[in-house]
């Protein structure tokens, strides 16, 4: 397939230091109004992850709600090297864990996390009027919206024309209904980064510019992750922010570490001890997971010292590279 014109050639690579992540963490630390939002965060999440653990499938579930693929079943074994059938039942659960958990995410963000840095998380019903939007922010003239997507590959063709046509019809409206005058769109990816996406979230921007007047486009997306434009007398524009980038954008150059400051204390109980036991099959697990030696000498208050492999195993989700 020819590559589309406009779409952005080169793709900064996105690394992160963990002694930069270490040294936010200390500024986090020391924050009064940081701190609160990360309280604030833990206990939202867990109380969130709690209720929706309880509604996950569990050992006494009977077969026929795992939904698992015949297909995938049969090359699993095969990459295993199972015999008996006995032995593949052990694996099925875990992996439909994992997919469950995986569409209840982009919920935990909308209603926890929105709230505590000033947007409002915004409900709608399929193929309504504001079903592409899930959190809103007015300031002033401005009327900011989001819609958010776990991952960057988890968009197609078919969505992206969705989207751009969403906006292209409803942006006006969206603009109107709060007062506004201007309108401010993001796609936001809650992790991973755009060396890491499809590219599908890029033409949102090129097939939006595509459905409005040539007049109306005020600044295509060419070579650009952006785009300014006219719906009617709403000036506008609408922007992809992946990963960090979205989370910078929400509560700024801490909000990351917040974020993930309070999903690792929600989730991972803190040891006496931070032993690295050895990892087979993933060839960087140590790498990623171990702390530098600026980390041995510094404590925090909201994290201990063996919830730090944690939090740098969550933040190299966000990153190209993460080093020392």
Not at 155 to 171: C, K, Q, T, V, W
Not at 219 to 235: H, N, Q, S, T, Y
Not at 247 to 261: K, S
Not at 269 to 285: C, K, M, N, R
Request: aromatic share 8%; glycine share 8%; proline share 6%.
């Amino acid at each position: 397939m020819p590559r589309a014109t406009g779409l952005p050639a080169r793709v900064p690579s996105v690394s992160f230091s963990k002694a930069a992540l270490l040294e936010k963490l200390r500024m986090v630390d020391e924050s009064r109004a940081s701190t609160a939002r990360v309280l604030s965060l833990e206990y939202g999440f867990r109380a969130r992850i709690e209720g929706h653990l309880d509604a996950l499938p569990h050992s006494e579930s009977l077969f026929s709600s795992f939904a698992t693929n015949p297909f995938v079943l049969a090359m699993y074994a095969r990459l295993r090297g199972y015999r008996r059938v006995s032995q593949i039942a052990s694996d099925i659960l875990p992996a439909k864990l994992f997919s469950s958990m995986e569409t209840s995410a982009g919920r935990l963000v909308e209603d926890v996390v929105l709230p505590v840095y000033g947007w409002e998380p915004a409900p709608s019903g399929m193929h309504t009027s504001e079903s592409a939007i899930d959190g809103v922010k007015v300031t002033g003239p401005r009327v900011s919206v989001a819609t958010l997507k776990s991952g960057p590959r988890c968009l197609n063709d078919e969505m992206s024309e969705n989207f751009a046509d969403n906006i292209a019809s409803y942006g006006a409206g969206w603009v109107a209904q709060r007062g506004g005058s201007e309108l401010d769109f993001t796609y936001g990816v809650l992790y991973g980064t755009k060396r890491k996406s499809n590219k599908k979230d890029w033409h949102i921007l090129n097939k939006l510019c595509g459905r409005l007047s040539p007049d109306a486009v005020l600044e295509p997306p060419a070579g650009r992750w952006d785009c300014r434009f006219m719906l009617g007398e709403v000036r506008a524009t609408a922007s992809v922010r992946v990963g960090s980038e979205w989370w910078e954008y929400l509560g700024g150059a801490t909000c990351l570490v917040e974020v993930c400051a309070a999903l690792v204390r929600a989730c991972i109980d803190p040891e006496a001890t931070s032993q690295l036991e050895a990892v087979g099959g993933i060839a960087d697990f140590a790498e990623i997971t171990s702390v530098p030696p600026v980390g041995e000498a510094q404590l925090f208050s909201l994290l201990q010292r063996s919830q730090l492999p944690w939090f740098f195993l969550v933040l190299s989700h966000f990153c190209d590279e993460l080093r020392d």
